[in-house]
């Protein structure tokens, strides 16, 4: 069975500090990987990775992918109160015998920055 | 260009009775995919559909729920007979080619009481 697994669950720290969220997958027919922000509406996108090794980067996010080891890291620098949200993993399958291509949702990580 | 619409934000319902969700998606898409989140769960795919044709269904419960995207107006995922453990948010995403530029619905929030 498809799996996507985030940790922490949930993390709080203050202003200012770095935070680093995990994501690993066991995931058939692996296309891509995704991250989310999840505010109290909808998941906006922030990251599609593909390939090992290279880091994508937005502002003060960061995120890679491991193929070999099956996981990726999202890195927050310098938090703001704005950052928090939770911050949803997710794995694009490939479509096959067991149907089309969709998404593989882990639970999520829900940060909260403190000022 | 207004982004995926989905109405209602709230949805209340009665134990029994049916929940009509709606979602327009962005103009120009065509593929459209719907997902459940459960209090403290991930998104779950439930249903991928085109126009007039369902393409996926696998991950929709057998009984109760049906969605259908019709050649004019919005795609809408019907549950009948709602039980408790329908309380949930429900997501519309769209995109104009299979699974590119996915972009997300603010959801439908359902409380069955």
């Known amino acids: 069975e498809d799996k996507v697994v985030q940790s922490p669950l949930s993390l709080v720290v203050h202003e200012g500090d770095t935070v680093t969220l995990n994501c690993s997958y066991e995931?058939?027919?692996?296309?891509?990987l995704l991250w989310y922000k999840q505010e109290k509406k909808a998941p906006t996108f922030l990251f599609m990775l593909?390939?090992?090794?290279i880091e994508k980067k937005s502002g003060r996010l960061s995120s890679i992918l491991d193929k070999k080891e099956l996981f990726s890291i999202l890195n927050i620098t310098a938090t703001q109160t704005g950052d928090s949200a939770i911050y949803l993993c997710?794995?694009?399958?490939?479509?096959?015998?067991?149907?089309?291509?969709?998404?593989?949702f882990g639970k999520g990580t829900k940060l909260t920055v403190n000022p | 260009n207004a982004g995926v619409m989905q109405n209602p934000r709230h949805l209340v319902r009665r134990r029994g009775q049916e929940a009509r969700l709606r979602c327009s998606p962005m103009?120009?898409?065509?593929?459209v995919y719907w997902y459940r989140q459960l209090p403290e769960e991930g998104l779950k795919f439930m249903v991928y559909?085109?126009?007039?044709?369902?393409?996926?269904e696998s991950g929709m419960p057998k009984e109760r729920f049906s969605a259908e995207f019709p050649k004019e107006g919005p795609s809408i995922l019907r549950i009948q007979q709602v039980v408790r453990g329908d309380s949930a948010a429900y997501f519309c995403?769209?995109?104009?080619?299979?699974?590119?530029?996915?972009?997300f619905g603010s959801g439908t929030r359902l409380t069955v009481v």
């Open positions: 593909t390939s090992s090794g």
């Open positions: 103009k120009g898409h065509s593929h």
């Open positions: 559909l085109q126009k007039e044709n369902i393409i996926d």
């Open positions: 995931v058939t027919n692996f296309r891509s």
């Open positions: 997710a794995v694009e399958k490939g479509g096959g015998q067991g149907g089309s291509e969709k998404l593989v």
């Open positions: 995403a769209s995109s104009p080619y299979r699974l590119y530029g996915y972009t």
